[in-house]
């Protein structure tokens, strides 16, 4: 266990040196001391299974060894220089992770975050169309800088304060708590349990939601879009799916605007929908940028942005710079992430895995009346919590806490999102088993059915 400083301690530090926050998980906090793979202990010695990932962060694992290895080598080599100079591997890195991507993206930036990725995708699009406005969905989440707030359309991550002008809200084309869909509209392998509930395989949701984007585009200055940006699949918002064919007509219409396509991979990229590498492949489109962080240094911090040549032409006029980016001791890491998750297979455990929590949960979803959906793809997935499946109404906050305080103490830690926060997440390290799902799922039920008994 944990030698150094007391519990009482860390909290009157916290109080009083600590960047503070708003968020309280947890009545008592969970003090965390070390990791490996997809476990967690406390100082006390407890151990949790951790199914929140550092919020989906730990890719391939907490101290991986292949990771951990590959960082103390580059530790005592060359910790930082400044890309003034060509090392080699800021280059050995950016030619792998091209190798990635389908054509034509190919030129790669890379920054210490995801918010920074976001930030200067904002830019990158605004020189390249020369257009302004960008197209958000309302309820994402995009980074906590002031330019990214403005994309960002989640009132509890936003302050008081101008942030970017030009970041346009559009409807969520959420198919369970939006105003078209059904709880199995939705493109994701427990649709295999029910079908698409549409007729004669035209989305009526779909059509709803394209209709709302349009309308959106009417209250910018006429084809003056300089971007939409838009998650695969929401992860602060909560593992929010949208429809078949959704992210494919937005695309074309944007273009038809002037605007280009970005997709936010900061949560879904790297194996993590199990299907495909990117969450993008799984609604068969090729966006004009990419954005990631999180995934890609399994904790350490590195984001990037990937785009076409053509695109990156428009962003030399003036010199970027950033100090960190793309720093010998990142790309390093990043570079034996990228390794991992093919030697371990880690997108295929990530479908594997994740299909059958699904599928297990979409029978506790069919038991008690508070889990009102469940979704996703791969581990990128969510529980949509409500008061009963007639209304939907939102399960409110305090039972949300209740439930997660229980499943904590007996040993899994998981997330929570949503609009009204009514959304368990579940994002994983990618290494978890099949064992590791059995266990969670009986500590789930346990929580589910002492608070349905208690209430
Ligand atoms: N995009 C998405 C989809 C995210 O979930 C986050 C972080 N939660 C960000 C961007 C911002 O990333 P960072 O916290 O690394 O700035």
Redesign the pocket.
């Known amino acids: 266990s944990h030698m150094g400083m007391s519990k009482e301690q860390m909290m009157e530090i916290r109080k009083q040196n600590c960047m503070t926050m708003k968020i309280t998980y947890y009545k008592k906090p969970v003090f965390i001391h070390q990791g490996y793979m997809q476990w967690l202990w406390d100082v006390d010695g407890k151990r949790y299974l951790d199914l929140f990932a550092g919020?989906?962060t730990v890719s391939v694992g907490h101290c991986h060894p292949k990771v951990t290895a590959a960082t103390q080598r580059q530790l005592k080599k060359l910790w930082h220089t400044t890309n003034i100079y060509i090392h080699p591997e800021l280059h050995e890195y950016c030619d792998k992770l091209a190798s990635y991507l389908p054509d034509p993206l190919k030129v790669i930036y890379l920054t210490n975050?995801?918010?920074?990725?976001?930030e200067l995708a904002m830019l990158m699009a605004r020189l390249h169309t020369g257009n302004f406005d960008i197209i958000t969905f309302r309820g994402?989440?995009?980074?906590?800088?002031q330019q990214?707030m403005g994309l960002t359309a989640k009132s509890s991550c936003k302050f008081p304060i101008a942030t970017s002008s030009g970041c346009i809200h559009t409807m969520c084309p959420d198919v369970f708590r939006g105003p078209w869909g059904g709880s199995y509209c939705r493109d994701s392998p427990v649709q295999t349990i029910r079908e698409c509930s549409c007729a004669q395989g035209v989305c009526i949701a779909n059509k709803h939601y394209i209709e709302q984007l349009e309308e959106t585009f009417a209250t910018s200055a006429p084809s003056q879009i300089a971007a939409f940006f838009g998650?695969p699949i929401?992860?602060?918002g909560g593992a929010v799916q949208y429809p078949k064919n959704y992210l494919k007509e937005a695309y074309k219409l944007v273009r038809q605007t002037g605007g280009i396509c970005i997709a936010?991979e900061?949560?879904t990229g790297f194996g993590r929908t199990g299907s495909h590498f990117w969450g993008f492949q799984g609604h068969d489109v090729i966006p004009d940028m990419v954005?990631m962080?999180?995934g890609i240094g399994n904790g350490f911090p590195v984001?990037a942005v990937v785009t076409t040549p053509e695109i990156a032409v428009s962003f030399v006029k003036a010199s970027h710079f950033n100090t960190f980016g793309g720093n010998p001791l990142a790309c390093a890491v990043a570079s034996s992430v990228l390794d991992t998750i093919r030697e371990d297979s880690t997108q295929q455990n990530s479908l594997h895995v994740g299909t059958y929590l699904m599928t297990q949960m979409a029978k506790l979803r069919d038991k008690y009346e508070v889990i009102g959906d469940v979704r996703g793809k791969g581990l990128q997935i969510g529980m949509e919590m409500v008061k009963d499946k007639g209304s939907r109404e939102p399960l409110p906050p305090e039972a949300m806490s209740e439930i997660l305080e229980d499943v904590k103490d007996t040993g899994v830690l998981i997330g929570k999102g949503g609009v009204h926060g009514q959304t368990f997440r579940i994002q994983p390290p990618m290494c978890i088993t099949r064992e590791d799902v059995d266990f969670f799922l009986a500590v789930f039920n346990k929580a589910i059915s002492g608070y349905t008994d208690r209430k």
């Open positions: 919020v989906a975050s995801g918010s920074e990725a976001n994402s989440y995009h980074g906590g800088s990214t998650e929401q992860g602060m936010d900061v949560q954005t962080a999180k984001g």
